[in-house]
């Protein structure tokens, strides 16, 4: 398995805290919108996590195959 860099713990323990702030806002929170949807608990927390995991799955499926180039493409 390869080892994460210092600047990949980092954006991660970023979002982790950034997660859990919007935890936190979204339950001490008692004003809500306007929209039909800020009545839905929980709705941002879920749009977030819903949104993350379309944005790797487009990366990795779409974007990987176009940026990524075989190994040996010196040797070509």
């Known amino acids: 398995m390869k080892q994460m860099k210092t ?3 980092v954006f991660v323990a970023f979002l982790a805290i950034a997660t859990v702030a919007s935890i936190i806002a979204e339950f001490s929170s008692h004003h ?7 009545s839905i608990p929980m709705f941002w927390i879920w ?10 799955i487009f990366a990795k499926k779409i974007l990987g195959p176009i940026i990524y180039k075989k190994e040996d493409y010196y040797n070509e």
Not at 49 to 54: D, E, K, L, Q
């Open 32 to 38: 809500h919108g306007h929209h039909w949807w800020s």
């Open 47 to 56: 749009f977030g996590g819903i949104g993350c995991f379309v944005i790797t």
């Open 7 to 9: 600047w990949q713990w």
